[in-house]
């Protein structure tokens, strides 16, 4: 799936995080009862993401293979000798949460987007720790058609989940190009941490007044906002997109995506 169809496919599910079904991790931290309850229907399946730094994938996959309390009980000592793998880190946090120790899963994803950081472990695991926001997808992706060499590397470095590498491309792109606006969001993008919001959007917010004609500011506020269930709002900047170029290719996302978001809604228009 190309990058524009899956931020139209993720984006067109945002009303539902938008009407407030909050479900994941944190929530049912709030929810169990004393005694834990398992969560998971299904034993679940051991996350290994390809080059990933790790020497305990068969420890993971044999652990795994049995049912979560026991999986979580083998995993236990596995996290504690190896606090920086994300891959025993993410894994143990999910046995726990299938086995119904909730508060200590939560713990333990945390613990995962550290060790994790700058790889896909470090996405998901924000993900499941925000489940207020949109959860099914990565972090907002950057889309430009330049083919500025910096633009393009970070765009790269992002789709195979290294946000913080792409961060650091873009953000040099920034400060050698200090008038391009693409370049200025990129490097706002880049800095998206759902722990920090601020890290985007004080950076992205101030780009509208700098470039109030930049159809790139405007759809990337607009796909910020969708991302963290802002839904009017996004609408709003979605509209402002398209109307600063309804023929471009940012343009004819932002209408598709305006589409999506108010079909999804009730009062849309």
Known sequence: MSPANRVRL???????????????????THQS???PTAQCKQAPKPFLVPGTPT????AVRAALAQKPVAAAMALEPLAFQAPNDPVVQFNYATALYCAGFTADAVQAYRAAKT???????????DLLLHPQFFTQA?????????????????AILQRAGHQHSAERVWSRAARLHPNSDEAQVAAAVGRFDMDNLSASFSKLGPLVRRFPKSQSVRYHLGLLLAWTGQRNQSITEFRLARSL????????EAGKLV???????????
């Open 10 to 28: 993720i984006v067109g599910l945002l009303a539902v995080v938008a009407a407030g079904i909050v479900v994941g991790v944190v929530y049912a």
């Open 33 to 35: 009862p004393s005694q």
């Open 55 to 58: 020497a305990n994938v068969a």
């Open 115 to 125: 060790a994790g950081r700058d790889t896909y472990y470090e996405i998901q695991s």
């Open 138 to 154: 990565g972090y907002p992706p950057f889309l430009s058609e330049s083919h500025d060499p910096l633009l393009v590397q970070g």
């Open 245 to 252: 170029g309804p023929k471009t290719p940012l343009g004819r």
């Open 259 to 269: 589409g999506g978001l108010v079909a999804g809604g009730t009062n849309g228009r």
